[in-house]
């Protein structure tokens, strides 16, 4: 049996019970590395804490391992009881719904024990669920690549009324340019989109296509570190948040569509004291 | 402090550490019994399995009593920790926004412990969260009650090639309409809608509408009990699913848009092996 676990969004104590029977049983836990980890109170002694915890050792699967090396981890769990495990929710990330496919296709079991996501945490901005568009990833410009089809999804969303959950880039085990071509992989240090940055890249996209779906005057949430004691929200415009420092990562970004009296006073709460 | 702690979709093992620590150090523990506990395995002896997991006596907080009388819980949190239990994550539901902004108007400290629910758990069905427009509620239809306004959403959605998350409606404490008339209350029997009935009802709203947003051959997936051992989910078209039988609440359903190749996968496994 595989069970994949969600881990949710704080730190070690946000397992829940359930999750935490299925690691103690099991003969194997693995640990994905590679998507948010670095956020999740894991940097210095984090993996510790977690280990402490299930009374287990856990392998770090990272990135190479989980998208080439699966099927070593699904053979075991032909014959064993192995765990996954996984930030936020199983079906936060593409990648596990892939482990789900191909362990089905392998005839090894699965359960699945849910937990805490951004895509549902993301409510304590005080933005109801219901009233959220398409979710859009933004990713990292660089000179020669500046993919705007999320500014599209923004637009769709804002001609209905609906927010707009943006979720900023995570740059994890990368391997650098100079390493691909010399076919040794050497990695680039991790990197996570700010708020900031996301939100210049944002009114970027928006002066180039001369559309004003986003402008300096454009109502936001900036959320850092949903779920964790540290969590920073701010409601403000574009212009005043461009400007706030969040702090560590993991970042992400709310674009306000038409609000209820009941978000507005939500969004009171988190309006901007510094300015 | 308030604690507003999120319990999951499955059972009393749902809880997180983290839950589990608040409730266990908290004077008083507040649940809420009226959006949908009766599915949360609450029917029998759930209340008592939790009140020993948790080794506290737990308060059943009732419709009314959330929606008129929360004012007791909230003062009761201004000068010593209080628990109130949620289904699911606590911020799934309007109502607990609506404490929350009562809270903070009241000067109580609120902090809040997520956990997974219907809107990220859905991910189970195999189609991508990032890939879902906005969410849409199907109340029970009367004689001479049929509003129709989630099927202008699920066709915006269709537009775009989304998914619609279709939440069925719960009937718990409502008075009857006798005893409202007659100032005294008596409540009707809890109701859960069906998927079987959502379909009915939205094949109903196409034929009034002449629009073909969904008909006999739109392929949708019906989940019931979410998150729990008995979960049971079947993708097939609504002509097929129409006479699946789900068993207990709660159900849900979802009308797929476009899909990719993962997408299909998964669908595959849960097509509907009756027909």
């Known amino acids: 049996m595989l069970y994949i676990v969600g881990l949710g969004l704080g730190d070690e104590r946000d397992i829940t019970i359930r999750g935490l029977d299925c690691v103690r049983k099991c003969a194997k836990v693995y640990i994905e590395a590679y998507t948010s980890l670095l956020s999740f109170g894991l940097a210095a002694n984090g993996l510790s804490k977690l280990e402490e915890l299930y009374g287990k050792e856990i392998i770090v699967a990272d990135r190479e391992m989980v998208e080439e090396k699966a099927d070593r981890m699904l053979d075991e769990a032909l014959d064993s009881d192995v765990a996954f495990l996984v930030v936020g929710d199983p079906f936060g990330a593409t990648t596990h719904t892939d482990i789900v496919v191909r362990a089905r296709q392998m005839g090894v079991n699965v359960k699945v024990v849910h937990n805490a996501s951004v895509m549902n945490a993301i409510g304590a901005c005080g933005l109801q669920l219901y009233r959220y568009g398409e979710t859009v990833s933004i990713p990292f410009f660089t000179e020669t690549w500046r993919p705007d089809s999320f500014y599209v999804k923004i637009k769709n969303n804002k001609q209905f009324g609906l927010h707009t959950l943006c979720l900023l880039d995570i740059r994890v ?3 650098t340019f100079e390493s691909l071509c010399r076919g040794k992989k050497v990695y680039e240090p991790p990197k996570f ?5 996301a939100i210049e890249q944002l009114l970027d996209v928006a002066a180039d296509r001369g559309e004003s779906v986003c402008n300096e005057d454009t109502l936001c949430v900036g959320i850092a570190r949903l ?3 540290s969590q920073k929200i701010v409601a403000d ?5 461009r400007g706030v420092d969040f702090g560590d990562p993991l970042h992400c970004l709310v674009i306000v569509g038409e609000t209820h009296d009941m978000e507005n006073q939500m969004l009171d709460f988190y309006g901007n004291k510094q300015g």
């Open 193 to 197: 989109m700010t708020i900031n940055t």
């Open 173 to 175: 085990k990368e391997p």
């Open 227 to 229: 779920g964790s004691d």
């Open 237 to 241: 415009t574009m212009r005043n948040l």
